[in-house]
Each structure stands twice: as C-alpha cells, then as structure tokens.
C-alpha cells in the first residue's frame, strides 16, 4: 500500500542533506518591536528538532531521508 505525507507537517518542516530536521522559529509574525535584539535576531534562524521528535516525524514523512543521530537536543 502506498504512504501518504502528512501536508501538513510537509510544509512545516525541513530536512537537510544530512538529514537533520529544522522548523521556523515560533512567534515571529508580529509584536517583534517589543522583543529584545537579541531574541529578534534568534527567532530568524531556524531551529533543530529534538531526537524525541524524529520518531513521529518520521511516520508523517515517510519519504524523507531522516537519520536518528544527526538530530541533536537543543
């Protein structure tokens, strides 16, 4: 039978070449004046998801080129 990917999650997510999964960084639409620099300048980048996270990532991209150790804790 033939896997679907989760659209979703499909669009949320990013894998790399090395197989690690990155996500934009949460509540940077807008109210970002009041923020500090420092945290405006953290919320652009991109963030690592966590190892516990790439088991159910893995069954919504099925597709995906996912390694279980390239994903660190942050």
Do not use: C, E, W
Request: charged share 40%; proline share 4%; net charge positive.
């Amino acid at each position: 039978m033939k896997l679907k990917t989760h659209q979703a999650t499909a669009k949320r997510f990013r894998v790399t070449k090395r197989g690690k999964i990155l996500k934009r960084a949460a509540g940077q639409d807008h109210f970002n004046s009041r923020d500090p620099g420092r945290i405006t300048l953290r919320k652009r980048r991109d963030r690592t998801i966590a190892k516990v996270d790439t088991r159910a990532l893995r069954h919504l991209l099925p597709y995906a080129k996912i390694k279980p150790a390239a994903n660190r804790d942050f």
